[in-house]
């Protein structure tokens, strides 16, 4: 569903990837992995197509990001949630702020009355509904980020370090989310930098100097990560 083929990537004198080669299956859950500047934020940023490969070519269910009539349909299948979640607020009430993404895509009053009632449950947001999102505590401002990713029904969740600017309370809370929202098939990437997080994952990407150092089932090569120094394990 996400095809990765000999993707180049280069900003201005600096190569970021290098022939980096990845195919990622309906269902998967990543861990994206690796020092500060390897990449990994802007690999999801790849994949969402709000950058392009320099060469090589991402597909998402078969669709190529580089080709602009299909990026709609793209992103339609994709849920982004930014590492801060008070850049994704756009709106002055949880409420609104769910429903700014089922009207960009044309949801009828129906189905988004449907979606908002079980994300909002599913999300543990119900009651908040008319709270000025700023107002909220740090796990309900990633809850909200979360709920707006999800909110449309994406087949793919990326996340950018969704757990770092909340305590170890709400990191569970969060995390047990993404888990849940896994658990119907969904496909999620999720960097981070925490190796506790990152064990509980069913893959793990590896990104060192431009490159997929390790990847595989994280059973089977997460024992190998204690030589990399830049990694906190």
């Avoid at 802007?42 to 998402?60: D, F, H, Q, R, V």
């Avoid at 908040?128 to 709920?147: C, D, F, V, Y």
């Avoid at 990326?158 to 896994?182: A, C, N, T």
Wanted: contains cysteine; hydrophobic residues 40%.
């Amino acid at each position: 569903m996400i095809e990765i083929c000999d993707l180049h990537f280069q900003l201005g004198q600096k190569i970021v990837f290098s022939h980096i080669n990845l195919e990622i299956k309906q269902g998967d859950f990543y861990a994206v992995i690796g020092g500060n500047g390897s990449g990994k934020s802007t690999l999801l940023k790849l994949i969402e197509g709000l950058l392009m490969p320099s060469s090589g070519k991402i597909t998402i269910f078969g669709m190529d990001t580089h080709n602009e009539e299909l990026r709609f349909e793209i992103r339609k299948k994709i849920g982004f949630v930014f590492q801060n979640p008070e850049n994704q607020i756009i709106a002055s009430t949880v409420l609104e702020d769910l429903c700014f993404g089922m009207e960009n895509l044309g949801f009828s009053r129906e189905m988004m009355t449907e979606r908002l009632k079980e994300v909002l449950t599913f999300t543990g947001l119900k009651g908040l509904e008319n709270r000025n999102p700023l107002t909220l505590s740090g796990g309900q401002k990633q809850r909200l980020a979360i709920a707006s990713a999800i909110i449309t029904d994406p087949e793919i969740l990326l996340l950018d370090e969704p757990l770092s600017m909340i305590d170890p309370e709400g990191q569970r809370d969060v995390f047990k989310l993404i888990v849940d929202f896994h658990k119907k098939n969904k496909t999620i990437l999720m960097v981070t930098h925490d190796m506790a997080i990152a064990s509980k994952a069913e893959y793990l990407v590896f990104l060192k100097n431009g490159a997929i150092e390790l990847c595989g089932k994280t059973a089977h090569i997460f024992h190998r990560l204690s030589q990399y120094e830049e990694l906190d394990i």
